[in-house]
């Protein structure tokens, strides 16, 4: 009797994950701070965090393939997450692009991406971080405070 019931359940479980309709984002491109590339140079070799954002629930989307970590000299980042379609996603970027920038004080800009039915393959050639708003993020349990 409890195998029948925990198996009925196993059952609705999974036709309940199945029937939920899931896309793929997938994004690449390039971080410029004022025209500049935004990589790993110059900045003792910080690194820029590009996260897939649910502007909903204000949650990373799951990674399903590529770097967060912008590791590189010239600021080249390529990701690809899932969320639930229908679901707002933007492009979630820390960066160091502000006067006298501090390590573990990392300033956030959030891109638009365009809404689109299904899988979604993104290319944002060039994302410049000089205009962002005032907006910054600890990576550690420290206070952020640049100014």
């Known amino acids: ?6 198996a009925a359940l196993v059952a609705v479980v999974s036709t309940s994950i199945v029937s939920a309709e899931v896309k793929t984002i ?5 971080l ?5 590339p935004h990589g ?3 900045l003792a070799g910080w690194p820029k965090i590009v996260q897939l954002w649910n502007a909903e629930s204000d949650t990373p989307v799951e990674k399903i393939g590529g770097f967060e970590e912008v590791n590189n000299r010239k600021g080249i980042f390529y990701i690809k997450g899932v969320e639930a379609e229908g679901v707002p996603v933007v492009l979630k970027v820390l960066h160091h692009c502000y006067e006298n920038p501090v390590e573990e004080c990392y ?4 891109f638009n991406l365009p809404q689109s039915e299904g899988n979604a393959k993104l290319d ?3 994302v410049e971080l000089a205009d ?12 952020c405070s640049p100014f």
């Open 26 to 30: 997938e994004i690449r491109g390039r």
């Open 124 to 126: 944002a050639t060039f």
């Open 32 to 36: 410029l701070c004022n025209g500049k």
């Open 1 to 6: 009797m409890l195998f029948r019931l925990a």
């Open 132 to 143: 962002s708003l005032d907006l910054f993020e600890s990576r550690s349990h420290l206070a």
């Open 40 to 42: 790993k140079a110059g």
């Open 107 to 110: 300033k956030v800009s959030f």
